[in-house]
């Protein structure tokens, strides 16, 4: 072995490094989507069941008003109190069956993710640590 070339260690720390630059790039792009996508969609559901109630109310149709009302509180109690009380990137990458990623303990694939860096973080260090 030549003093240029480098030792199996030093090769497998820059994959592990490259590997965790990757996932982390993964989780960064699943977030900035989930950002882009999520809040706008959101609003336009929100300003739409406004709308409909709104008309309901004042051409005094109170199934409008009631379907209007109904979807603001459904949206409320089932996705925004959700988004809440999780992370935005937990909320949109739900792993259920069918999704590819069956058998996972975890409940979504940025947590998959997380702990998959966790693990080369410690096997990087691991390697580091050893002379």
Known sequence: MSADEPTPTQMEIANIEHEI???REKLANIEKWANRVVWPA????YLVSFIVAVYGLVTLQWLALGIGIGC???LYYFVTDQI???RLIEFVTPLKRGAGMVGYPKDNYALVLEE???DREKRLSELRAKP
């Open 72 to 74: 603001i509180a459904i």
């Open 116 to 118: 998959w860096i966790a």
């Open 21 to 23: 630059a990757v996932l």
């Open 84 to 86: 809440r009380s999780s």
């Open 42 to 45: 959101l609003a336009a559901m």
